[in-house]
């Protein structure tokens, strides 16, 4: 039975353009939540055991199967001359004052950042990035920009609490840039040692 169960959550991993929440697995497969999470856990453990280049992945509050982030290098060539668009450094800097004090008005983004955030935030609500979350129960009653689960996704994040800390991010804006550079190498050196 579980072996049925997790050939049909693994299908439905690989198959979605989304994360899948255990709610919906278990809506789709018509299981428990308990089974569920043994299926998943037992999919986690055969990708890792048979070597594959797929793990899963827990993205916004859900389930994908994902290539092996090691693997990113080769799947690149693929969409080689395909153009991503980043995000610019005004949309950057707005999706970040919304992320840490969501849910927060236009008025505060714009107190933090210092100027206007019309357009970084219209780009980040096309792109699914921010949504309206609400009205603040003040005079003119503003409106509240929240994140969405798209902007979980989009930095590969299960939720909320995996954002850095403030006090991370204070420590690394404090080093110069070849404490980042030898530190990054040394994270790499370390995960080498672990892969051997």
Known sequence: MLDQLARQIEALLIATESPVTLTKICELTNCGTESAEQAIVRIESELVSGGHSMEVARLAGGFKIVTDPDLGYIVAQLFHGKRHTKLSRASLETLAVIAYRQPATRAQVEAVRGVNSDSAMRT???RDLIKISGRQETPGRPLLYGTTSRFLEYFG?????HLPRMEEIENLLK??????ERMASELSGDESDQIN
Request: negative net charge.
């Open 157 to 161: 994040l299960n939720n909320l609490e």
């Open 175 to 180: 080093l110069s840039a070849d404490d980042i």
């Open 124 to 126: 980040l609500m096309e």
